[in-house]
């Protein structure tokens, strides 16, 4: 992850969202965030979860959140060994981030759709 104190940012308004588009960006962790709003879920929960994606995928994005503070990892000691991922107090701070891009992507999301097949047939 690039260091946003040391860096120079050329416009120091948008470094912000450069920032925060740093720590949940990616094509998982916006999803995997998603899932965890309604609590905590087993790592095979998500993958059922995320179809289309793969195991070793979303244990890169879950150790990224994971090591930003943003989701927590519990193991629980029995057999079989049980390991369960939520939010963090701090990673519930971007609920209302990531509720706000599930009511954009529902109200847009098909207009979008629409103006990249036309783009296709371009």
């Not at 104190?5 to 999803?31: M, N, Q, S, Y």
């Not at 309604?38 to 994606?53: A, D, I």
């Not at 989701?71 to 981030?97: A, D």
Request: aromatic share 10%; hydrophobic share 35%; with cysteine.
């Amino acid at each position: 992850m690039k260091d946003f104190k040391t860096e120079k940012c050329p416009d120091t308004t948008a470094c912000p969202v450069a920032f925060t588009v740093d720590v949940i960006g990616g094509k998982w962790k916006g999803i995997i965030l998603y899932n965890l709003i309604s609590g905590p879920k087993r790592f095979n929960e998500l993958g059922r979860l995320m179809p289309y994606t793969t195991k070793r995928m979303i244990t890169l994005q879950l150790r990224e959140l994971e090591q930003d503070g943003i989701v927590h990892r519990e193991i629980y000691r029995e057999i079989p060994p049980k390991v369960e991922y939520s939010l963090t107090p701090f990673g519930e701070t971007l609920k209302p981030i990531i509720n706000l891009m599930r009511d954009w992507g529902d109200m847009y999301g098909n207009a979008v759709l629409m103006k990249r097949k036309i783009s296709e047939h371009m």
